[in-house]
């Protein structure tokens, strides 16, 4: 038997690192309409404490071949003051920009859109409040 202390956990092969634990807090929108488009209610961004974002909602259009388009989200302190944009990441993503998207190609259904995005990570304690800025269609 092995004995384990500190914060190290006992693997096959190796003692490693138990990563520290992630502090998140979320943030969501009621009913959102640019355009054709349309985001339910509930749409959320969930931040961690080590700098990621993570984005999850349901969207559609009237129109077929549309997309939904957030060309910045702001993060501000608790006076209302823009600190930073999220840092659009992702298999979607080759640059880390600050827009984000979803191809909407067929107007009768509805899609989950997963995203994901990045943040100074020194800043989630001053985080206060998100803004959605330049959504369209």
Known sequence: MTDVTDERTWSNTELSEVPEALESKWYSWGLIRAGDCTMFEGARWTLY???DAHFDATVTSGDDNDSWIIRRVALKDGNGAIMAFLSHYGPWSSDHNQQFWKDLPDSSQRYRWFDFGQFPR????QIRSMQLQGCSC
Not at 122 to 125: A, P
């Open 122 to 125: 020194e800043l989630f304690h």
């Open 49 to 51: 404490s080590n700098g």
